[in-house]
């Protein structure tokens, strides 16, 4: 079992940044794929982007390509999302994910899930 704990949301103005992290109790952490999604009020969850064990191999949404940066530090179990130039349309509760395999941005086989963390951008 592996618990993920997310931080680092909150209020951040468009156009301003915001860094979230995911920590996990793990000390097999380098054998995840980690993926942070999202969900916004009244829609589905999005996937944002995934990151391999190694940190070598990535995968974006289109939507958020340019903007975030997903980075992970398997010495510290933690996977980080750097947003820049945040738009109020990327509101919504963000959650990073974990699977032994590399799924991209299919949610059905992440087997571990944080909370989530809410991120708002005022405009």
């Known amino acids: 079992q592996v618990q993920l704990v997310e931080s680092g949301g909150g209020l951040v103005q468009a156009g301003g940044s915001l860094r979230l992290s995911c920590a996990a109790s793990?000390?097999?952490?380098?054998?995840?794929?980690m993926g942070w999604f999202r969900q916004a009020p009244g829609k589905e969850r999005e996937f944002i982007v995934a990151?391999?064990?190694?940190?070598?191999?990535?995968y974006y949404a289109d939507s958020v390509k340019g903007r975030f940066t997903i980075s992970r530090d398997n010495a510290k179990n933690t996977a980080y999302l750097q947003m820049i130039s945040v738009k109020p349309d990327d509101t919504a509760v963000y959650y990073c994910?974990?699977?032994?395999?590399?799924?991209?941005?299919?949610?059905?086989?992440?087997?571990?899930w944080g909370q989530g963390t809410q991120v708002t951008v005022s405009s």
């Open positions: 994910a974990a699977s032994p395999r590399w799924l991209g941005a299919d949610p059905s086989g992440y087997l571990y």
């Open positions: 793990t000390h097999t952490f380098n054998n995840y794929a």
């Open positions: 990151i391999n064990w190694s940190g070598l191999r990535t």
